[in-house]
């Protein structure tokens, strides 16, 4: 059976944009066209027959199509498209004997992609795609999705007839049944599953809540819209209340909810909330506070982003709400937005988002204050969080020691491969240190890297600095840093110099920036040409708290020693961990409950203030043996302000 793909816009393009139109009259269409109506984008395309399109006021559209028409596809939604909240509702009027899909539809570009969330099918279930690549399943929005990729070879696409692309599906199961149809698609959770199964997506086109047929026949009736009873994208008000909100940080009750109270000074400020990397929501603020409220499931870090300062503009951020705890602006240091010392960003603990930038606010799974609905631990997000809960340790939780699994010089083509290895073999949580122009040219790939571990700074061109000025090395460094930060991350602690120079100015240099220069206990030799079996010998030499140097390059040698390096690691009772910036050593990673660190006395340094280190409690504040306590997971996302010190 051939599978849908929906032949889309490209075949049609150059008639298609001869037609495109923009009106807010009802009209039926019968041949290829786009455009905008009523605000919304919209596609119609067929390769033959008398399939037919209505464009309806709002985001509603019709269709009906007989066996006549081999295959066609129709729809209404945006362009670009992105991590929206989408609803819809209507009929859906096939059958289980139709070849047939009701789907959010959409491509990208730089790379090529076209993908699909499949809410409801006929007769044929794309997740059997012929000769394609299972993923995984993730829980959103009520229901199991299964995700698969498929590949086109000389096949139409929106950069032409004779395209070859991957195609992405994520399949709900249940399926929704036939007739009159409803529901939620919270877009970014499916972004953010794929990215971490090394999916990635390029540069938003156009995408649709569509309709499409294969050999089939059938009709519907949808309306689209974006955001209510979701992340009110669409800019209005009407999911907001006025007033105390303190119950409302559950967020619907589905354990992913966050709600954010903010105003703006000229009451058009427009803000996003970035949840795990990826924008989930965005809102257009009045100049009385307001509480705006996601109710999709990503996990991760949350930031509030501040999006068209201008003339008049400033955001008046009060606080947001999330597991059960009000979190405040002004207790947050990580704050991009605030302008101070003559600079935006230069200041922090600050309510007032004076610049373009964002109030980072930790993770959805923290608890600061100590009493937490622990309902947000994660949602149905596709997100991973192990950059901060430290991944799984290989499934060992007695872990001996811990060991600095370290990767430098990406991200680039190799990037999503190395992590699929260290997935597939729990190596996990690494540290990346990244090339800054590397970042800057595949920011996308920075929230994979996250799910894996944390980015680092590497340098930006990655010179040989030994002769730098130190504003040279400065320069190198705090672009790197922006770098990250610009594709999601937060600020880099750790600086490991290209080739290894370290010398006074770029000890000093890099001490200005807050970063730690480290370099490494075991050199892989990979760079050097090393076999995998070398390789991994040299990862076998590692002890608790050393570092091991690697390269995420186009070395096949580093990727097929993964196994080998992780199978050695478990039979010596050593576990993956993360740098700690004050100490330059491997230590446990946030979140896995330890402590001890292989041994080593740790507590945490709460904003300037030693509190040890909880050794039960996995996130939050705690109360054990006595005494209060801080854990790992929670005292390692202070942005730079604190952290687990280990003597």
């Not at 096949?155 to 599906?169: A, K, L, V, W």
């Not at 800057?440 to 790939?445: F, I, R, T, V």
């Not at 400065?474 to 370290?502: H, M, S």
């Not at 091991?548 to 580093?558: C, K, P, V």
């Amino acid at each position: 059976m051939k599978l849908l793909t929906g032949k889309k816009l490209a075949t049609a393009f150059a008639c298609a944009l001869a037609f495109g139109i923009t009106t807010t009259n009802a009209q039926t269409l019968t041949s290829n066209q786009t455009g905008t109506h009523n605000g919304f984008y919209y596609s119609f395309w067929k390769d033959s027959g008398d399939a037919s399109f209505g464009l309806l006021a709002g985001g509603r559209y019709t269709s009906q199509w007989s066996n006549s028409t081999n295959n066609w596809v129709g729809g209404k939604g945006w362009n670009p498209g992105g991590p929206k909240i989408v609803n819809y509702s209507g009929s859906y009027n096939v059958d289980n004997s139709q070849n047939s899909y009701l789907a959010l539809y959409g491509w990208t570009r730089n790379p090529l992609i076209e993908y699909y969330v499949i809410e409801s099918y006929g007769s044929y279930n794309p997740a059997n795609c012929s000769g394609g690549q299972n993923y995984g399943s993730f829980q959103s929005d009520g229901a199991t999705y299964n995700v698969r990729r498929c590949q086109r070879v000389n096949q139409p696409s929106i950069e032409g007839n004779s395209s070859t692309f991957y195609q992405y599906f994520s399949v709900r199961t249940p399926k929704k049944g036939f007739g009159n149809i409803s529901g939620t698609i919270t877009v970014a959770n499916h972004f953010n599953y794929w990215a971490s199964q090394g999916l990635n997506l390029g540069n938003h086109d156009y995408m649709v809540l569509a309709t499409e047929g294969y050999q089939s026949r059938g009709s519907s009736d949808i309306t689209v819209s974006e955001g209510t009873g979701g992340g009110n994208n669409g800019g209005s008000n009407s999911s907001s209340s006025s007033g105390n909100s303190s119950s409302a940080g559950n967020g619907g009750g589905n354990g992913g909810g966050i709600t954010v109270r903010a105003r703006g000074t000229n009451g058009d400020e427009r803000i996003s909330l970035r949840v795990g990397g990826s924008a989930v929501a965005s809102w257009t603020l009045t100049t009385s506070n307001q509480n705006y409220i996601y109710t999709g499931g990503a996990s991760g870090d949350i930031q509030v982003e501040f999006t068209n300062d201008g003339t008049n503009r400033d955001v008046i951020l009060d606080y947001i709400q999330v597991n059960g705890e009000t979190r405040q602006a002004e207790d947050m240091e990580y704050n991009t937005a605030t302008y101070g010392n003559n600079q935006c960003g230069g200041g922090s603990y600050s309510q007032t988002m004076h610049c373009n930038g964002v109030i980072g606010f930790g993770f959805t799974y923290d608890c600061f204050s100590g009493s937490c609905s622990g309902g947000n631990t994660g949602g149905n997000s596709s997100s991973s969080s192990t950059s901060s809960s430290g991944g799984n340790n290989g499934g060992n939780t007695n872990c001996s020691g811990y060991v600095g699994i370290t990767f430098d010089d990406g991200p680039n083509s190799n990037t999503s491969t190395l992590i699929n290895l260290l997935n597939q073999n729990n190596l996990t949580p690494v540290t990346w240190f990244s090339q800054g122009n590397y970042v800057a040219s595949n920011p996308s790939l920075v929230t994979q890297m996250r799910a894996v571990g944390e980015v680092q700074n590497h340098s930006y061109t990655h010179p040989q600095m030994g002769g730098y000025s130190y504003q040279q090395v400065y320069d190198e460094l705090n672009r790197t840093n922006q770098a990250i930060q610009n594709a999601g991350a937060p600020k880099p602690t750790l600086f490991r110099p290209p080739y290894g120079t370290v010398n006074s100015t770029i000890q000093q240099a890099a001490q200005a920036l807050g970063l730690r220069v480290i370099t490494w206990d075991v050199d892989s030799q990979d760079w050097n040409g090393a076999s995998a079996s070398a390789i991994a010998n040299a990862a076998n030499q590692l002890q608790n708290g050393q570092v091991i140097l690697m390269h995420d390059a186009n070395y096949a040698n580093t990727n097929a020693a993964i196994p080998q390096i992780a199978a050695n690691l478990r039979a010596k009772g050593l576990c993956p961990g993360r740098i700690d910036p004050n100490t330059g050593r491997a230590v446990a990673p946030s979140g896995s409950g330890g402590g001890n660190n292989g041994g080593t006395n740790c507590q945490c340094n709460w904003y300037g203030t030693l509190y040890p280190t909880c050794q039960i409690q996995a996130s939050g504040w705690g109360w054990e043996n006595s005494r209060s306590c801080i854990s790992t997971s929670t005292c390692n996302s202070q942005n730079g302000a604190g952290g687990v010190v280990c003597n």
